[in-house]
């Protein structure tokens, strides 16, 4: 299983980046895909979720309006829209998958199958 996450980078405040994730090795669309962030000296936080259908989706309140979480079961991939970039924002962030079509209240609560490798995203003036 691989999941290769990509496009992070350094972007000025108010800016805006798109983070792919592209997954092999899983059947893709019976998996719920997230992508989270940690920064140095803090957890790792979830940032959003969306369920294999694309039907469901929840985000953190840090990154709610902001952020748009999006998959492409054609393509395997996951995607996060980040937009209105903030420095705390700035921090390495990483996909994950989780098996199964259902939906848990609380998707925080969710303990993740796989992780792909993170991709730094920085945010400066």
């Known amino acids: 299983v691989q999941l290769q996450a990509y496009g992070g980078g350094s972007v000025q405040i108010g800016g805006f980046l798109r983070l792919s994730c592209a997954a092999s090795?899983?059947?893709?669309?019976?998996?719920?895909m997230g992508w989270f962030r940690q920064a140095p000296g803090k957890a790792r936080e979830m940032l959003a979720l969306?369920?294999?259908?694309?039907?469901?989706?929840y985000y953190a309140d840090s990154v709610k309006g902001r952020f748009f979480i999006t998959r492409d079961n054609d393509k395997d991939t996951v995607y996060l829209q980040m937009d209105n970039l903030k420095p705390e924002d700035t921090a390495v962030y990483y996909c994950?998958?989780?098996?199964?079509?259902?939906?848990?209240?609380?998707?925080?609560?969710?303990?993740?199958?796989?992780w792909g490798e993170g991709t730094q995203v920085t945010v400066s003036s």
């Open positions: 994950a998958a989780k098996f199964g079509w259902s939906w848990d209240d609380q998707p925080v609560n969710y303990v993740m199958d796989y």
């Open positions: 969306i369920s294999w259908s694309s039907d469901r989706t």
């Open positions: 090795g899983i059947k893709f669309d019976t998996y719920k």
